[in-house]
């Protein structure tokens, strides 16, 4: 009997080393697809200004289900020059401020762990004062499964940003993003992990009925370093968590999106991406194949 | 019967006035006279009226009063209808009357309303126009609405657009219209002109 309880001990142990030892990041990451995807300067363009056709062109084809990337994926550009320099939606442009960021992504799995790495040029600084005199670069992405959270599935993070959040014209400090509906039991929020330069530190958290930064249990790991003028921002994260982590699973797709904020900006004053879908083992915008 | 016919002749060469005039067999000049000066008089009556009708069809015409002059008129001249890389200008007749000779005529009987609220200064000063700009522009779209955007029409189409070459925002809102049978002034509103204060989701619909 106690012979048959080692034996078991010793194989638990093994299955257990065996299986971290397995869990490891890409070896060699530039064999792993890098999908471009370019971060505008939004301006003030919650998602109340994106719905309502009298603002915005655009509101009748994304009701008939249309993606922002659909329309505007190829002017990312040219529409953060015009935010940035107060030609629309922008009604305190800041001098200098970068109109957008071409950034690269990579995605990989083990079967344990997703991996994610993010490469971007940093943008020349605008020399406004510090917002965040901790962070002079924060990065963070979002998930959602299920497209239960309103206008995920075409708008990315665009869902939980609203115009009575922090940071917006005439909004309270006290209030952060939301989504509509909010709901961790029923799965109405959005996954978010974020990494902070100046503190070195990783955040997991959610957004439902607001937005949490602490408290998921899928993030292992970021870290992000800048080399000649470029930043690389890795992110370990378990395919599952817990309570306000998306799980993921092989063969699937999930919403997508991610924000940089440069120039130790806070708020609003990032650098977002459009909507885009990340599959697990499955063709998307930017797919993560296990290794 | 005899009494009777010569009876109806000396009555009606018996009747004066202007009517009996025009109806009496003229015995002075032959019909070949008659028609010649008739044709001639018709050609000046039509020219002439047609001459005064496209006088009122012309930018100038619409400029010469200031409602027009100082409130749309400088809004206008901001935009791709204007000035374009082509050179090709749409001016305020070209979007706003009709060239087909019979909504022609209906559009300027409507328009002679214009003529009273000229009189009585309904938007004559820029305060009064804005305050009127709402109920004006949703008077023009749903005219442009209801005639399938026929003005628009005269110099654009769907049908000859070459999608493909568009940019990816035009391409799909395009595609979309085509497939809805949607026409131009559904999302074209405020493509000349300022839009007006106050517009509702069902403006857009």
Redesign the interface.
């Known amino acids: 009997m106690k012979k048959i309880m080692m034996t078991s001990l010793a194989g638990a142990i093994f299955t257990l080393t065996a299986g971290s030892a397995l869990a490891a990041a890409p070896a060699d990451w530039s064999k792993v697809p890098a999908t471009s995807i370019s971060l505008l300067y939004p301006g003030v363009s919650p998602i109340e200004w994106i719905t309502?056709?009298?603002e915005h062109?655009?509101?009748?084809?994304l009701r008939?289900g249309?993606t922002c990337a659909?329309?505007?994926?190829?002017?990312v550009g040219d529409m953060g020059q015009l935010i940035a320099s107060g030609g629309k939606i922008e009604p305190s442009p800041i001098p200098g401020k970068a109109p957008f960021i071409d950034a690269k992504v990579q995605a990989a799995n083990d079967g344990e762990n997703l991996y994610l790495r993010f490469v971007w040029k940093q943008p020349a600084a605008s020399g406004a004062p510090q917002m965040d005199e901790n962070n002079p670069v924060k990065i963070a992405y979002m998930l959602e499964a299920g497209d239960k959270v309103e206008l995920a599935g075409q708008s990315g993070c665009w869902g939980s940003c609203h115009g009575d959040a922090r940071t917006m014209p005439g909004a309270a400090e006290t209030k952060t993003k939301y989504v509509k509906g909010g709901s961790l039991p029923d799965g109405v929020f959005y996954d978010l992990n974020q990494w902070r330069s100046g503190e070195n530190k990783a955040y997991d958290g959610h957004v439902a009925t607001e937005r949490v930064m602490e408290g998921g249990q899928a993030l292992v790991s970021a870290d992000g370093k800048l080399t000649d003028g470029v930043w690389t921002v890795d992110f370990t994260r378990k395919l599952r968590g817990g309570e306000g982590d998306v799980a993921l699973e092989s063969g699937k797709t999930y919403n997508f999106g991610f924000a940089i904020h440069d120039d130790s900006s806070i708020g609003r004053f990032h650098h977002v991406s459009l909507g885009y879908k990340l599959g697990i083992d499955t063709e998307a915008d930017i797919t993560a194949l296990k290794q | 019967m005899a009494d009777q016919d010569s009876r109806n002749t000396q009555e009606s060469q018996q009747r004066t006035g202007f009517f009996a005039y025009l109806c009496r067999p003229n015995v002075h000049y032959s019909l070949a006279s008659i028609l010649v000066v008739g044709i001639i008089a018709g050609v000046l009556f039509w020219g002439g009226f047609n001459t005064a009708l496209e006088m009122t069809n012309t930018e100038e015409f619409c400029l010469s009063c200031h409602e027009m002059r100082d409130n749309v008129y400088p809004e206008y001249k901001e935009t791709i209808h204007y000035t374009n890389r082509t050179g090709v200008r749409a001016t305020c007749p070209d979007c706003h009357v009709p060239k087909e000779w019979g909504y022609k005529m209906i559009r300027k009987i409507e328009a002679s309303r214009e003529l009273w609220g000229k009189i009585v200064g309904t938007i004559d000063t820029p305060e009064k126009f804005e305050a009127k700009r709402l109920t004006l522009a949703r008077n023009e779209w749903k005219r442009m609405k209801a005639s399938d955007s026929r003005e628009c029409r005269n110099c654009h189409s769907l049908e000859s657009m070459n999608i493909e070459t568009q940019?990816?925002?035009a391409r799909?809102?395009h595609e979309?219209a085509l497939a809805e049978n949607m026409t131009c002034i559904d999302?074209h509103k405020g493509i000349a002109h300022h839009?007006p204060e106050g517009?509702?989701?069902e403006?857009?619909?």
């Open positions: 309502k056709g009298t062109g655009g509101a009748r084809v008939k249309e659909g329309c505007h994926s190829e002017e | 940019k990816q925002r799909k809102q979309m999302c839009l517009m509702t989701d403006d857009y619909d």
